[in-house]
């Protein structure tokens, strides 16, 4: 079993930046690849990017592509989300998952990969 836990959200102004961050705990938590995955009110929740389990590998949703970078730190069972270049349309709770690939450097942008997931940060981007 994986207990996975964000922090960081928070309000910033459009252009600003922010850290959100997944502390995992439970076993096989650097085995597997991890994603970070955004749920607007009103819309669905969608793939923002993951990360292998080594790092080798990392991949983003168009949107998001050259502004956010996803990192993670095995050592510390966490995974971490930069996001510069803030827009109001990144306004969303910020998921963190975890679970997909054991061992793989392949790219998982599907929600279902991911049997694991964390409750959730606020992220709210003001115009």
């Known amino acids: 079993q994986v207990h996975l836990v964000e922090s960081g959200g928070g309000l910033v102004q459009a252009g600003g930046s922010l850290r959100v961050s997944c502390a995992g705990s439970?076993?096989?938590?650097?085995?597997?690849?991890m994603g970070w995955f955004r749920q607007a009110p009103g819309k669905e929740r969608e793939f923002v990017a993951t990360i292998s389990w080594n790092s080798d590998s990392t991949n983003y949703a168009d949107s998001v592509k050259g502004r956010f970078t996803i990192s993670r730190d095995n050592a510390k069972n966490a995974v971490y989300l930069q996001m510069n270049s803030l827009k109001p349309e990144d306004t969303a709770v910020y998921y963190c998952?975890?679970?997909?690939?054991?061992?793989?450097?392949?790219?998982?942008?599907?929600?279902?990969?991911?049997?694991?997931w964390g409750q959730g940060t606020q992220v709210t981007v003001s115009s």
């Open positions: 439970g076993r096989a938590f650097s085995s597997y690849a």
């Open positions: 998952a975890a679970g997909a690939g054991y061992y793989s450097s392949s790219y998982y942008r599907k929600a279902y990969e991911y049997p694991y």
